[in-house]
């Protein structure tokens, strides 16, 4: 095992990973009081996190039972955060459209919903004959990233960049070490089954949007409009295991077209950048803990296209799990 860097901060907890779910683990865990350190290959700022859309919504991520429970962990957490300042969290009017079924046939992911409603058909975008008005949390992320790295810091947690090739190196200067690096899961924990999904979508100014728009639907395409105070995002598109981050500008075309159909005043705005990102996709969300010798390994990554709807119920997930860590490694720590 490699030895302990002598200039490095004590941490009991080593995070991998500067993503959504690794800085809600990391912030969760310091809340707990453990003392934290995040390594990550990439800045905060430079994730794919960073860079996404921004919003909590229903999420189908298997297994449906945890997904549905960790869906709900996170949506209590951002009512909590949308009611304080600087958090990038805040609370808007929704609506979701497409393939919505009945209301006495919705699924209990879509009863997450606060304020749930039918959208009558006259006030539905074009295109669109099926909805639900609610409100949704919107997540400015470049600011809720600076916001969780300042609270992780408060709290005496760090922030490093660094990369690492095996989960060896951070048990040797930790007990527990947290393996949230996204699609870098996949060699760290030595999981074939993490694949890479490619996301994009288009970011332009506000011509005055503030009301939410998304779409349910199995197809790798869909119609999403995520107004922030200064920018919208419009979305979207997915392709399961396509590794190269180029922005499509085919893709960028279908996008702009389907979302000015659905809000004209769209039609006039200026495409600011494309946003494109490579997500950790898995069949199923792993969160769970593995032995190491004295060390624990704990796993939250594999959250796909739904880190932000699921990351705060994996955070605490991820806690419970250290605190339910084999005594003797407890024992080991205190020596």
Not at 71 to 97: C, F, I, K, Q
Not at 125 to 139: E, K, M, Q, T, Y
Not at 316 to 323: G, K, S, T, Y
Request: hydrophobic residues 40%.
């Amino acid at each position: 095992m490699p030895e302990q860097d002598p200039t490095a901060s004590p941490a009991d907890v080593v995070v991998l990973g500067a993503g959504i779910a690794g800085l809600t683990s990391a912030l969760t865990l310091a809340e707990a009081g453990h003392r934290v350190r995040v390594w990550s290959a990439d800045d905060p700022t430079a994730t794919t996190s960073a860079h996404a859309g921004g919003v909590w919504k229903p999420t189908y991520q298997a297994p449906l039972a945890g997904s549905l429970a960790r869906a709900a962990r996170s949506l209590e957490e951002y009512l909590r955060l949308a009611a304080l300042p600087g958090t990038g969290v805040r609370m808007v009017d929704s609506v979701t459209v497409g393939e919505v079924p009945d209301r006495d046939a919705l699924p209990a992911q879509l009863r997450l919903l606060p304020a749930l409603s039918p959208e009558p058909p006259a006030e539905l975008p074009a295109g669109f004959d099926r909805g639900l008005r609610h409100r949704s949390p919107i997540v400015d992320l470049p600011r809720h990233v600076g916001w969780l790295v300042d609270r992780l810091t408060e709290l005496g947690g760090k922030v490093e960049t660094r990369h690492v090739e095996s989960v060896d190196e951070p048990l040797g200067q930790a007990d527990v070490v947290v393996v949230a690096a996204g699609l870098g899961s996949r060699e760290l924990a030595d999981d074939p089954t993490v694949r890479p999904l490619f996301s994009q979508y288009v970011v332009t100014d506000n011509p005055g949007i503030t009301q939410l728009l998304v779409e349910i639907s199995d197809s790798r395409r869909w119609t999403s409009i995520i107004p922030h105070d200064d920018r919208v995002h419009l979305g979207g598109v997915r392709v399961p295991g396509r590794t190269d981050a180029t922005p499509d500008r085919e893709e960028a075309r279908e996008i702009l077209h389907r979302c000015r159909e659905a809000e004209p005043r769209l039609r006039d705005a200026r495409v600011l950048r494309i946003d494109t990102g490579i997500l950790p996709s898995r069949p199923t969300t792993r969160v769970e803990a593995e032995h190491r010798g004295d060390g624990l390994v704990v796993h939250n990554y594999g959250h796909g296209g739904s880190g932000l709807s699921l990351c705060w119920g994996t955070a605490h997930e991820v806690v419970r799990l250290v605190a339910e860590r084999d005594p003797a490694a407890d024992r080991s720590r205190a020596r």
